[in-house]
């Protein structure tokens, strides 16, 4: 069974600082790879996703996040960060042929202060 | 507009009662999810379906009933026995086939005293 970890609960950063949110996963098969983002008391909203091809994927937003086969990373990054980009953001794992149900990390709060 | 719409948002109940939550798609999606939220634990799913009419049990199924008598509904009873009922949750939907991308709706916040 795949699991996933984001080893940061709260990872507070000023703005226009750059940023990395952690994501660690383990699987024994091939795995599609996915960061969800949450606002206050509402729902998940897909930010990106990695299913083949090219490792590096990119939001509209600025995010961008490596898919490292070797280290089972799936990091997110974002050059420089907004007052808007606080919110709680989910690594997620899904295995190929594995009927599509995904496995969630604990979440990282991202605080942007001024 | 299609999505995925939870009713209602916030929910209070008192405790020993039943409660189901509301969940609709018009995404045409197959596949149908519930999970709960709670503070630092991230999301566990309660039941999936894959199907109209065949539903499986997620990793904390206990004191939870679903039903999917149709494509576009999944509802949700959070039964007396759920010890910890409190919770936020989330319905999702996918597609049924592919690389397992799921849509959210906007989750009902459900308190019981």
């Known amino acids: 069974a795949q699991s996933v970890t984001q080893l940061d609960s709260q990872v507070p950063v000023f703005e226009e600082a750059p940023v990395e949110l952690r994501c660690n996963y383990s699987?024994?098969?091939?795995?599609?790879l996915f960061w969800y983002v949450q606002y206050p008391n509402q729902g998940l909203q897909l930010l990106l996703k990695y299913l083949s091809g090219s490792t590096l994927v990119e939001s509209i937003n600025g995010f961008e996040a490596e898919f490292n086969k070797s280290q089972t990373s799936f990091h997110l990054r974002k050059p420089s960060v907004h007052i808007s980009d606080t919110a709680e953001y989910f690594c997620a794992v899904s295995e190929a042929g594995g009927g599509n149900k995904l496995t969630f990390g604990t979440g990282t709060q991202l605080k942007v202060e001024l | 507009d299609g999505g995925i719409t939870q009713s209602p948002k916030y929910l209070f109940r008192k405790e020993g009662q039943n409660v189901t939550l509301s969940c609709e798609q018009n995404?045409?999606?197959?596949?149908m999810y519930w999970y709960r939220q709670d503070p630092g634990q991230g999301l566990r799913l309660i039941y999936y379906s894959q199907i109209v009419n065949d539903f499986q049990k997620g990793d904390i199924a206990e004191g939870y009933s679903v039903s999917r008598e149709k494509k576009e509904s999944f509802p949700l009873t959070v039964t007396s026995a759920q010890k910890n009922p409190t919770a936020f949750y989330l319905c999702?939907?996918?597609?049924?086939?592919?690389?397992?991308?799921?849509?959210f709706g906007p989750g009902t916040r459900l308190t019981v005293t």
């Open positions: 999702a939907s996918s597609p049924g086939q592919g690389a397992g991308e799921q849509y």
């Open positions: 699987s024994s098969v091939s795995v599609y």
């Open positions: 995404l045409n999606h197959d596949a």
